[in-house]
């Protein structure tokens, strides 16, 4: 089981692109790396999720390298409403269950 | 298109009593999961139901807890005789197919348990 490994809090202002970066040096050849946010007083909501290079939605962005050890969610121009604690998950279905970490608590500051 | 309900919101209940939380999947999801999350903790797997597979209960913390799932939709979990340490927000989610790991969890807003 991959362990993963962000930082635990990240201050950013308006407007600017914020990127968290998720270690997972143990990431076996089938994993995917997905990521989820959750605002306070509620369930996680799932971003993005990729396998390799690059993948970009409506919300964000997740860079991945080639050797996959790594990952970068990507938000740009964040606003207020970004404030939420973003969980990466690598093998995020192990036979169902998803194995959160601590997650990176970004504050957008105006 | 309606999302993962639960109820209660709240529930406040004294040291020793038993509890149910209830969960309404999206219909249609196979797979439904229960998970806890302690004050400024993240989240702790619980139980997972795939279809009419035999749950995976290794998340349990103890024999105090148990859940079913009644046709393969709306699932209870019962905590017995609570305790203190069971005072968190217990967070359900369900998915299309669950088993695979690009199937995405859709969470509810979670039912806060406090135990006096």
């Known amino acids: 089981l991959a362990k993963t490994t962000q930082p635990i809090s990240m201050d950013s202002y308006e407007g600017q692109e914020v990127n968290i970066t998720c270690s997972h040096n143990?990431?076996?050849?089938?994993?995917?790396i997905t990521w989820y946010q959750q605002f306070p007083s509620q369930g996680p909501r799932f971003i993005i999720q990729g396998y390799k290079t690059k993948v970009t939605n409506e919300v964000a962005s997740l860079f991945i390298p080639a050797d996959r050890k790594s990952s970068t969610l990507s938000l740009p121009r964040v606003s207020l409403s970004d404030t939420a604690v973003y969980y990466c998950l690598v093998a995020a279905n192990q036979g169902g269950k998803l194995i959160f970490g601590q997650g990176t608590e970004l504050s957008v500051k105006p | 298109g309606a999302g993962v309900s639960q109820s209660p919101s709240n529930k406040v209940t004294e040291k020793g009593k038993d509890v149910e939380l209830r969960c309404d999947p999206i219909?249609?999801?196979?797979?439904l999961y229960w998970y806890r999350q302690s004050l400024g903790q993240g989240l702790e797997f619980l139980i997972y139901?795939?279809?009419?597979?035999?749950?995976?209960k290794s998340g349990l913390p103890s024999d105090r807890f148990s859940a079913e799932r009644t046709g393969g939709s709306v699932s209870t979990l019962t905590i017995q005789r609570t305790q203190q340490e069971d005072s968190a927000v217990y967070l359900c989610?369900?998915?299309?197919?669950?088993?695979?790991?690009?199937?995405?969890?859709?969470f509810g807003p979670g039912t806060r348990l406090t135990v006096l």
């Open positions: 143990n990431i076996a050849t089938n994993d995917y």
């Open positions: 989610a369900s998915s299309p197919m669950g088993r695979s790991s690009t199937d995405t969890q859709y």
């Open positions: 139901f795939q279809g009419n597979s035999a749950p995976d």
């Open positions: 219909s249609g999801h196979t797979a």
